[in-house]
């Protein structure tokens, strides 16, 4: 089971990943280390660990398998990710990271909201915290059950095995290590993630004899898979490119942003993460493009992707590479799984420590006992998605698919207006989750127009944020300060 090729590379590989966790043991002493890393992150790291924290296996199964039917009509979602990547570094990641640290240095999106508007009764913290823990357990267990299907296929394995063998690699080390161990273990699958994507469908090309002649391939299957709009309406391209609203609220990318060593790095970080964005996502969708012709050329290697068209890019790993190659390629899929599980374990630890331990329970706690509590709760979390995804046909798995509108929607005005109205108060941020949230559960479930949920989501939230804070109490002087040294920080950086 382990003695081939591709089992030594994967297993390789995750002793690498548990390796990288025990160095960053030795750098977290407290537990602002172990969930934030202590505000340490430089430009690359910060960029990468952004990137792949965000893209799941989805970027390697799902999009590569959706342009392989129908051709790069589905290539709009990868311009809308990219172009709210930008828009996020540009309106958020500086001025978030000032205003956590200046609000009383605040490690948890729930924090940030209770200090950002002294909310007192801290409902904001309490609707925050929920909010995040329900979406991202689902998150975790749809993560588990990617990485127990990867491992199922590759070590011919039952299901059940497969989950805890998959799970117990990312657990071990953000147990161990934490935020640091997190965004360095996401460096380095970052950067095998974006070589596996460029070099996978130069290889494709090549073998169809070159650029030209591999569209011309796609062209004689169908015409329209060169056509970007092909069987696409407005309400249909405006869905797509609007999940790059989402970004503004996805609490594993906003928490990178808090991160950083200091907003002088960003700009920098900016920079490499639209390359790796653009690189990944192009990469992405050339592989479902090109890997279209390659099997209609060889339909003998094809029953694979035939039964399963989100195998494209495993099946052309496996019949394309050496063994030893193909299994850094396959190593490039568990690790879009890895990355993204390991910092949704490490939000939902911070949540229930920082949020519910720390502001309920017990507020003195030392960082030890902090510290100790977020390891715990780090396992508490995996054994609950083990438990949901030992059915890998729950229902609740269903709700990832909007779990991210949920997030841009509830989230994404509110950190956004936060950081650029000095007018909001708490009343409008409240407003404006519950708004957000409850607009884009039940938009989903009668699916108006065919529009996207979190595009009114997050103009209802929007619109709700503006006229609750205009209608409800002015924020007192001293958050209008805090807000005027944001600005002025920001500014002067």
Not at 299 to 316: G, K, M, S, Y
Request: hydrophobic residues 55%; charged residues 10%; neutral net charge.
């Amino acid at each position: 089971m382990f003695s081939n090729p591709t089992a030594i590379t994967f297993t390789g590989y995750m002793i690498l990943m548990v390796i990288l966790g025990f160095v960053a043991w030795r750098y977290t002493r407290n537990f602002n280390d172990y969930i934030l890393g202590g505000r340490s992150l430089g430009g690359v790291v910060t960029a990468l660990s952004v990137g792949a924290s965000d893209m799941s296996g989805w970027l390697l199964m799902g999009l590569p398998g959706a342009v392989f039917l129908s051709g790069i009509t589905e290539s709009w979602i990868a311009i809308g990710l990219t172009l709210g990547t930008y828009l996020n570094w540009k309106f958020v990641a500086a001025r978030l990271r000032v205003y956590t640290e200046v609000s009383h240095n605040a490690l948890t999106l729930p924090d940030f909201f209770t200090h950002r508007f002294k909310d007192d009764t801290r409902m904001l913290r309490i609707l925050a915290a929920v909010v995040i823990l329900v979406f991202f357990t689902i998150y975790c267990a749809s993560g588990v059950v990617a990485g127990a299907r990867l491992f199922e296929n590759t070590f011919d394995m039952s299901y059940e095995r497969a989950v805890w063998i998959g799970a117990a690699a990312t657990i071990i080390y953000v147990f161990i290590g934490g935020f640091l161990a997190v965004s360095w273990t996401d460096t380095f699958q970052a950067s095998l993630m974006c070589v596996a994507l460029v070099v996978t469908p130069i290889v494709v090309m090549t073998d169809l004899g070159g650029f030209s002649s591999a569209v011309e391939q796609v062209k004689a299957i169908d015409v329209n898979m060169v056509n970007m709009l092909s069987h696409q309406t407005f309400i249909g391209v405006l869905s797509l490119i609007a999940w790059g609203l989402g970004y503004f609220g996805q609490p594993h990318i906003l928490v990178r942003f808090m991160a950083t060593r200091s907003i002088k790095v960003i700009p920098r970080a900016c920079r490499i993460s639209l390359i790796w964005m653009i690189f990944c996502l192009g990469g992405a969708v050339s592989v479902g493009f090109f890997g279209s012709a390659y099997f209609a050329a060889h339909p003998d290697q094809a029953t694979l992707v035939t039964e399963n068209h989100e195998r494209v890019f495993i099946v052309l790993s496996q019949v394309l590479f050496n063994p030893w190659i193909g299994g850094i390629l396959m190593a490039a899929i568990l690790a879009a799984v890895m990355s993204t599980l390991s910092c949704q374990l490490l939000v939902c630890s911070s949540t229930l420590t920082q949020d519910f331990y720390r502001g309920f329970i017990r507020p003195k706690a030392n960082q030890w006992e902090l510290l100790w509590f977020g390891r715990m709760m780090v396992l508490l979390i995996s054994f609950v998605a083990i438990f949901i995804a030992m059915d890998p046909q729950s229902l609740v798995l269903s709700l990832v698919s909007y779990a991210w509108a949920g997030f841009g929607a509830a989230f994404g005005p509110v950190i956004l207006i936060s950081l650029w109205w000095k007018r909001m108060n708490k009343y409008g941020a409240m407003a404006g989750m519950f708004t957000g949230a409850a607009t884009v559960l039940i938009w989903h479930q009668f699916n108006w127009f065919g529009l996207y949920e979190i595009v009114p989501g997050f103009l209802f939230a929007a619109i709700a944020i503006y006229v609750v804070s205009l209608l409800t109490e002015a924020p007192d002087n001293e958050i209008c300060e805090t807000f005027d040294k944001v600005e002025a920080e920001v500014r002067a950086g």
